[in-house]
Nanobody, 119 residues
Framework: QLQASGGGLVQAGDSLRLSCAAS????VGWFRQAPGKERDFVAA????????YYANSVKGRFTISRDNAKNTVYLQMNSLKPEDTAVYYC??????????????????WGQGTQVTVSS
């Protein structure tokens, strides 16, 4: 079971850190969905080797990391922009390979957490 938290209302340029409680040998991804839009890939961390993946729109601003002792995956979001406003979801997969960028690859989903960035 996944549990995402850490969302909130911030101003442009601020930072937020989202957390996803995820126990087990899971690759974890973060996705976001703005009203009326599709669910988009944001970042992922592979259990197998720890490789990370980012959407171009967040590269250099967001960092995904994992604390295995706490069974938690974090998404540190810096230099937030109004266009980052969305509901953010964490998702997980036990598969050893696949498309980390596709929401269909993930089997487990947490509830979303709202991130609102005001200009």
């Amino acid at each position: 079971q996944l549990q995402a938290s850490g969302g909130g209302l911030v101003q442009a340029g601020d930072s937020l850190r989202l957390s996803c409680a995820a126990s087990g040998s899971l690759s974890v991804g973060w996705f976001r969905q703005a009203p009326g839009k599709e669910r988009d890939f944001v970042a992922a961390n592979s259990w197998y080797g720890g490789k990370t993946y980012y959407a171009n729109s967040v590269k250099g601003r967001f960092t995904i990391s994992r604390d295995n002792a706490k069974n938690t995956v974090y998404l540190q979001m810096n230099s937030l922009k109004p266009e980052d406003t969305a509901v953010y979801y964490c998702a997980a997969s036990r598969s050893a390979s696949g498309s980390y960028y596709s929401p269909t690859w993930y089997r487990y989903w947490g509830q979303g957490t709202q991130v609102t960035v005001s200009s």
